[in-house]
């Protein structure tokens, strides 16, 4: 299973040569192949033809939503949906198909209990779980009626855990992990000796040619002032676009700082820095 492309072509051609290699049963490509990477046009034209079973992220909904909006009011807004805006007019011709797609989807293993893959939740795509998310939030998140097996993406940090009767997945990303490791991520989960065998995979990919990509394809002029923090993303393997907003979007929001400013200001700040400043008003 692999998840969170994230329109980063040569991360996905090294895992599709690897899951080749692999020749599993069933492929599972659990949600954002779109929006945030150079090549959304080629990632999603690849895995529309690639006879994987395909579920719908937050991140397609997104694109789905920039394709159907004459743009918000809100300058701040307006920036923060430029890189989604920017892929809808790429991949306008397969929104009608991305609409279609589940965000779950669920099978029944060899052990007759349920196996349900997700990108982020059963109920929703747009919460994750994390190493650091509680038993209890995993508990609520996973439902009333636990599968034997949950697959999912979304948070972008593989882990492998037991939740009550529930083995939990994250398989991480395939194009742009955030655990500090850039290689593309993607889960091998095997069913042997009446138990299930999980391995997540790390394959090394060509960074410097998405670097090139950006520049080839004008991403940072078509998504706007955020593209250097996505840059930043796939060059350290760690969020930014989160941090940045927790640290910036109130001042942004008032008035008080330009876009430009305040991405030149977060550019300037050591990885450390940020971590610090997050965790500090992420817990308050």
Sequence with gaps: MLADIHGNL??????????????????FVAG??????????????????????????????YVI????????????????????????DLTS??????????????LIG????????????????????F?????????????NDPPGL?????????????VNATLLVNVGAVGFPFDGDRRASFGLITWDRDRWEVEIRRVKYAVEEVLEQFEKVNFYQGAGPLSRLIRRELESARPH????????????????????????AYMEMSQSEIEEQFLRIFRK
Excluded at 16 to 24: K, R
Excluded at 246 to 261: A, T
């Design 65 to 88: 939503r920039q394709s159907q909006s004459s743009g918000s009011q809100d300058l701040t807004e307006y920036y923060n949906w430029m890189p989604a805006r920017w892929t809808a």
């Design 241 to 264: 676009l989160t941090p940045f907003e927790c640290l910036f979007g109130s001042l942004l929001r008032e008035g008080k700082l330009s876009i430009q400013n305040a991405v030149e």
């Design 131 to 143: 190493p650091t998310t509680t038993e209890a939030k995993a508990r609520e998140m996973i439902g």
């Design 150 to 162: 949950l697959c999912v993406g979304h948070s972008h940090l593989p882990f492998v855990r037991q």
């Design 93 to 106: 011709d397969f929104v009608d198909s991305i609409r279609k797609l589940p965000i779950s989807t669920t």
């Design 10 to 27: 040569p991360a996905l051609e090294a895992v599709a040569a690897e899951i080749d290699l692999l020749n599993p049963d069933l492929v």
């Design 110 to 129: 060899p052990d007759k209990l349920t196996i349900t893959i997700a990108h982020g939740s059963a109920r929703s795509n747009n919460e994750g779980f």
């Design 32 to 61: 954002d192949f779109q929006n945030r990477g150079p090549n959304p046009r080629e990632v999603t034209k690849f895995v529309a033809q690639s006879g994987w079973t395909l579920l719908r992220g937050n991140h397609e909904d």
